[in-house]
């Protein structure tokens, strides 16, 4: 083949530029869960999920590390779940990528049976499998790129034509910094991305392909439809309010969480065995068994809970440590309470964002792995009065389904039924601010804001005769900086002298249809027309990993003496 | 794009002090935005008026009108709906426009402010008006923006007011 595995790209070069040329290609759509992963592609007149050789649709997300060839779900043979348990497969990717070792995520990750090891300083964490009683160092990148590699040989072997670009669903509650980490990821694996869709959205998508075969009109009319759409999977819980009419989606509110069946699972290890943690604290060899002994058990006992009322929990964890226990379905629920709450939560949060009432909603979407746990599925029809569920749409195949229908359209192809007259209006997840008027976080940009988007606001300087100021940008709801997510910063130089107050620095948020942030910010002072030195433009995120230092070092350094506080205009 | 567009508006963003106010418009609460940038920009009011924006009647634009409207505007000018490299710029421009007149005239409140503003609840515009009222009533016209940024104060949003006149500015650029 004459695209290399692994391609280096500079920053720029993985994202937006490349965007706006034409492509004559269909993108495919991706799907790459914490725990499995799918392909699809529009072949012409409908989507068509692509198999791998052993027949599969549905493939699991891991990469087995052994002498020197890795390989991934996607290829490499299933013996025994044991396989994979132990210490040389590494999985859960979505959890890791783009995490830092304070996060609590990360935290929780350590009881995988694979290395993840925290210094607990805001750097990334140490990963690595056991090959050969060896610790091999890897990152979530590294192994997420491998697996990209095979997904792509997959299609390759199937479509027989070169693959370049795809649409990849995410999760909602993705930072700018993790998205990035995935383009990357995507550009070592060779692959362009040619949009990264939240997976509600994805879902959204496809309803409004739905509505539109269904109803037969004219695109732009039609009976508007508001579906909510609850997607909660292995790793992550997604929400979106979508108002659909005509093919176009309107994504009026979003709201997702670090939250999902891996979730459920440890807690229900820690339930099993209370003392998991520190027994398997070491990750030697032996803890390294028992614990994916304890992981395959839980696993099939939540699994079975959801057609049963009880389980018979029956494991060997060796070393004389044996668990055997009746759990009933009551007991898993319990044990999750907090879980299922933090969900219903997502639920009202976004409906409220959204000012869409309980009773306006035409159709309830669930969907994702966790969807088929009756706990799950019951907590979003009580918050709709016992409406029953959108039928019609795989669970598990939704968001890459709609992720292919999205590849087609961005690929400009046409359907003669127009059937790919679609379109989905985003909006942004997160606020995306600047630090001022001390350590407050000021959004620019506040959360489900539709894009393309630009928003700004005039500061001021807070000291007499400042001549340089910071801007710190961050993404976040909290509304203290700490409680965000720095994506970066620079200096505004030159601004002429002057009492404090009167330098009127405009910043200016702009993301773009491909999601690309920029910021801007220019000095004028009252009294010109041209603004007093030349704008500043800069390409967000520009940090690296460590963003938590750079906050701490920059204020360190400068303390107040570059802050900015909002301009109050005198009326 | 951003640079230039942004420097070509901050040379136009100057604060105009205190327009002189009809007493038939009597809001106290258009002080907020009394100083929106008003230099005499060549743009018909046409393209400014946000029912000419989405191809309503102001008078008979019902709310599900004005939604079909937005729906198939976004279906002209979104950018993802362009695929000619050199329209996407021209795309987004028009594609946030469309959005703001939406945010206005979909919500009930902002829309009969909206209208009251135009002077369209008393009688319609005329284009030709010399009077000092009319001056008036057509700068205020550009001025429209900055009410969009009210709605953004109301839906809880600080500060920003200047951002909304930018991009005003911006729009009519």
Redesign the interface.
């Known amino acids: 083949m004459a695209e290399q595995a692994y391609t280096v790209a500079s920053d720029s070069e993985t994202t937006g530029e490349e965007k706006?040329?034409?492509f004559p290609e269909i993108a495919i759509g991706v799907d790459i869960g914490t725990s499995q992963c799918s392909v699809a592609v529009w072949n012409g007149s409908q989507v068509e999920l692509l198999k791998n050789t052993r027949n599969q649709k549905m493939m699991r997300s891991y990469v087995t590390f052994k002498e020197d060839t890795p390989s991934g779900g996607v290829s490499s043979q299933l013996f025994h779940e044991h396989d994979l348990l132990s210490g040389a497969t590494i999985f859960n990717m979505k959890r890791l990528i783009g995490r830092v070792d304070t996060d609590p995520v990360i935290h929780a990750s350590k009881n995988l049976p694979f290395l993840v090891q925290t210094l607990d300083i805001g750097v990334r964490p140490f990963i690595a499998a056991l090959v050969n009683n060896m610790w091999r160092s890897t990152t979530p990148e590294e192994v997420l790129a491998i697996f990209l590699v095979e997904l792509r040989a997959m299609a390759e072997a199937q479509l027989k034509r070169p693959i370049r670009n795809i649409v990849l669903t995410v999760p909602v509650s993705f930072s700018r910094f993790q998205l990035t980490r995935i383009e990357r990821t995507c550009a070592m694996a060779g692959l362009h991305v040619l949009r990264l869709m939240p997976e509600p959205t994805a879902v959204a998508l496809l309803y409004g392909q739905h509505q539109q075969q269904a109803s037969h009109e004219n695109?732009?009319?039609g009976c508007?439809k508001i579906a909510l759409i609850f997607n909660m999977g292995a790793g992550y819980c997604d929400v979106a309010v979508t108002a659909t009419?005509?093919?176009?989606s309107?994504i009026k509110a979003l709201a997702g969480y670090t939250i999902g069946g891996e979730d459920l699972l440890q807690n229900m290890m820690c339930y099993l065995l209370p003392d998991s943690q520190s027994l398997f604290k070491n990750h030697g060899v032996k803890e390294i068994k028992s614990m994916g002994l304890l992981r395959v058990a839980t696993q099939d006992a939540i699994h079975q809970l959801s057609s049963q009322t009880n389980v018979q929990v029956d494991v060997d964890l060796g070393d004389g440590l044996k668990i055997c226990k009746v759990v009933d379905r009551e007991e898993f629920e319990e044990v999750n309470k907090n879980l299922f709450e933090k969900c219903e939560s997502l639920i009202i949060q976004c409906l409220q964002d959204a000012k869409v009432e309980v009773e306006d909603v035409n159709d309830v979407i669930i969907v994702g792995g966790c969807s088929f746990i009756p706990k799950v599925k019951n907590l979003v029809t009580n918050i709709f009065k016992g409406k029953e569920p959108y039928k019609g749409m795989n669970p598990l195949e939704a968001a890459v389904c709609g992720a292919a229908v999205e590849g087609a359209?961005?690929s400009?192809i046409n359907d003669p039924f127009g059937y790919l007259?679609l379109?989905?209006?985003q909006a942004t997840p997160l606020a995306i601010g600047i630090r001022a008027n001390g350590n407050n976080f000021?959004?620019?940009i506040?959360r489900n804001t539709?894009m393309?988007?630009?928003?700004?606001?005039?500061f001021t300087t807070i000291h007499d005769n400042q001549t340089e100021a910071l801007i710190l940008v961050y993404e976040g709801e909290g509304k203290k900086v700490e409680e965000n997510h720095m994506l970066g910063y620079f200096k505004i130089t030159g601004i002429p002298r002057a009492p404090k107050g009167v330098p009127?620095i405009?910043v200016?948020m702009?993301i773009?249809?491909a999601n690309v942030l920029?910021v801007?910010a220019?000095v004028?002072m009252?009294?010109?027309?041209?603004?007093a030195i030349?704008?500043m433009?800069v390409r967000m995120p520009t940090v690296d990993d460590g963003h938590g230092w750079c906050a701490e070092a920059l204020n360190r350094t400068y303390g107040a003496s570059l802050n900015l506080v909002?301009?109050q205009?005198k009326? | 794009m951003?640079?230039l567009s942004?420097?070509s508006n901050?040379?136009?963003?100057?604060?105009f002090h205190c327009l002189p106010f009809s007493n038939k418009q009597q809001r106290p609460s258009h002080?907020?935005f009394?100083?929106v940038s008003c230099r005499t920009i060549k743009v018909k009011s046409n393209d400014t008026n946000l029912y000419n924006i989405l191809s309503l009647s102001p008078k008979s634009a019902t709310m599900?009108d004005i939604?079909?409207s937005y729906?198939?505007m976004?279906?002209q000018h979104?950018?993802?709906?362009c695929?000619d490299?050199s329209m996407?710029e021209e795309?987004?421009r028009m594609?946030?426009k469309v959005?703001a007149a939406y945010?206005t005239l979909s919500n009930p409140m902002l829309r009969e402010e909206y209208d009251c503003e135009l002077g369209l609840r008393r009688r319609m515009i005329s284009n030709v008006g010399v009077s000092e009222d009319e001056k008036w009533r057509r700068r205020w016209q550009q001025q429209v923006g900055g009410l969009k940024m009210r709605s953004r104060t109301r839906?809880?949003?600080?500060?920003?007011?200047?951002?909304?006149r930018?991009?005003t500015q911006?729009m009519k650029n």
């Open positions: 706006s040329s034409t695109t732009g009319s508007e009419a005509g093919g176009v309107q359209v961005a400009g007259d379109l989905t209006i000021i959004p620019l506040p539709t393309p988007a630009r928003k700004d606001v005039v009127e405009n200016c702009d773009d249809a920029r801007l220019g004028v009252p009294g010109c027309r041209q603004p030349p704008v433009e909002t301009l205009k009326a | 951003n640079t942004l420097s901050l040379s136009i963003s100057k604060p002080m907020k009394v100083i599900d939604k079909k729906r198939s976004a279906l979104h950018p993802d709906v695929h490299p996407k795309c987004t594609f946030v959005n945010e839906m809880g949003q600080k500060g920003g007011s200047w951002g909304n930018m991009r911006n």
